[in-house]
């Protein structure tokens, strides 16, 4: 399987790099960043790319794909909805379509988040455009796509937030959330399982357009 991957350097992009570079059925993990990781391995192909509302330049690199697992994201604190939206939503968009039009047998898994609203009505903001941004995926020619919804998230692995507001949350909560999986183990999930769910439905379907916390620890 040729997994194409967006968002590789943040927390949930770390733990899904992870598990697709140890399924012996990932031969090939293209990984799209804007500035270059430094990590290294024989299956990872990474390509910095600067401007993710036009993808035209790499059309090469983006054909021939089994799988894109869409990671990319930025906290809505402190920005305009314009702000947020660009990234949210038209980045996401101008991937989406490309990849749409060069491979429409993909499984594109898109990373949401709990609470989003597709009636794109809602007081909130950053729910409103992740809701918006569902609906528009779902209406793409792909094979499968799907809408991951994770909750709270605990990082493995070394998986780590890049929005030092998140590091210090589970600097302070970190040693809790074992428990909390074990007493509550739908009320979180975790990058090793987000990662996994999204490597099932790439290669089986999902069993629904959106997956909440409690769906994606059962597959």
Not at 58 to 75: K, Q, R, T, V
Not at 101 to 123: C, H, K, W
Request: proline share 5%; glycine share 10%.
């Amino acid at each position: 399987m040729r997994v194409l991957l967006f968002g590789a350097t943040g927390m949930i992009g770390q733990g899904v790099l992870r598990e697709c570079l140890q399924d012996p059925e990932v031969t090939r993990v293209l990984s799209i960043v804007r500035n270059g990781s430094g990590e290294a391995h024989a299956k990872l192909e990474e390509v910095v790319h600067g401007d993710f509302t036009n993808f035209t330049v790499l059309e090469g690199h983006l054909a021939g794909l089994d799988a894109c697992f869409f990671c990319l994201g930025i906290s809505a604190a402190g920005l305009d909805e314009p702000s947020y939206a660009r990234v949210t939503f038209d980045f996401t968009l101008a991937a989406a379509r490309t990849l749409a039009r060069l491979n429409p047998a993909m499984a594109f898994i898109y990373v949401s988040g709990q609470g989003s609203d597709r009636t794109e009505r809602g007081r909130t903001m950053w729910a409103r455009v992740k809701g918006r941004t569902e609906n528009a995926l779902l209406q793409l020619p792909f094979r499968t796509v799907c809408a991951f919804r994770p909750g709270a998230i605990q990082p493995l692995h070394g998986a780590r937030s890049r929005t030092r507001l998140y590091r210090i949350a589970y600097a302070l909560l970190g040693p809790f959330l074992p428990l909390l999986k074990r007493v509550a183990p739908d009320a979180l999930t975790t990058t090793e399982q987000i990662g996994r769910a999204m490597l099932r439905v790439a290669r089986e379907g999902a069993p629904g357009p959106v997956l909440e916390t409690r769906d994606i620890n059962r597959l």
